[in-house]
DNA sequence: CCAGACGTTGTT
DNA sequence: GTCTGG
DNA sequence: CCAGACGTTGTT
DNA sequence: GTCTGG
């Protein structure tokens, strides 16, 4: 299996789930953004590639997911872009270690008229913490490993008993390295996408132009 | 009742 | 500006 | 998330 | 499927 290094909407992810039967931990593989089950078009995954963790439970597209359908999305890093005036800056988020953690997601099952099937993900984001507001105001749900099996459980469905997971990593979690703008196309899913570049300039803290 | 949406991020 | 595709 | 398209008629 | 808006 070829490693990733810059997965797009639509491609496919890794995950664990509980299995439907057994509730066994099983691998699955979904593409990211989800397509609830009742949708008319899988285009509507591009609406739902994040979940606000403050609300899920009482939307409409992940309030089920959030009760039967959870699961943990693997990965060593991800991006995040930092807007400086009217430019974004990328940034790679990853462990001072660079072990791997699990995304707190959510999965659906979708089937089209013509027989086509399509299994999802999202991913639920919180509000950033003090590390991660100098580059943005939101950032991934992470589960730590002794909460895995609670978000496995299927049994586990009151959002009140979950609450408690939805909240900001540690403020050591990650580190933060920018990175070359080649990330910015999805053309480009090579390990250049994570080679730490030079720190950019500080934006202009000078205010009063009067545009 | 039926029709239409069902979402997030970021920016102004 | 907004939508679609990856 | 960002990049790139944003359209029709007609022909293969 | 379920909720919201009209």
């Known amino acids: 299996m070829k490693a990733r ?5 639509t491609q496919p992810i890794a995950a664990v789930r509980a299995n ?19 949708a008319k078009e899988p285009s509507i995954a591009h609406q739902l590639l994040n979940a606000r963790s403050e609300t899920a439970a009482v939307k409409p597209a992940f309030r089920g997911p959030m009760r039967h359908h959870r699961c943990l999305i ?5 991006y995040e872009w930092k807007a400086i005036g009217g430019q974004k800056q ?3 988020i990853r462990r001072p270690d660079h072990e791997p953690f699990y995304f707190a997601g959510l999965f659906d099952h979708w089937g089209s008229p013509d027989g086509s099937e399509i299994e999802s993900a999202t991913i639920l984001t919180t509000a950033a913490n003090d590390f991660m507001t100098p580059i943005h105001k939101r950032m991934p749900v992470i589960i730590p490993e002794s909460q895995y099996d609670r978000w496995l459980d299927p049994k586990v469905q009151q959002p009140a ?25 999805v053309r480009n899913d090579m390990p250049e996408c994570i080679m730490p570049t030079v720190e950019p300039p500080s934006p202009p803290n000078q205010l009063g132009f009067g545009f």
């Open 161 to 185: 008993k979950l609450a408690d997971l939805l909240r900001p990593a540690p403020e050591d979690f990650f580190i933060r390295k920018p990175v070359t703008p080649l990330v910015n196309s």
């Open 90 to 92: 990328p940034y790679y």
């Open 5 to 9: 290094y810059n997965i797009a909407p």
């Open 20 to 38: 439907e039967n057994s509730g066994n931990r099983e691998l699955a593989i979904f593409s990211w953004g989800l397509v609830p089950f009742w």
């Open 74 to 78: 693997p990965a060593d890093g991800f």
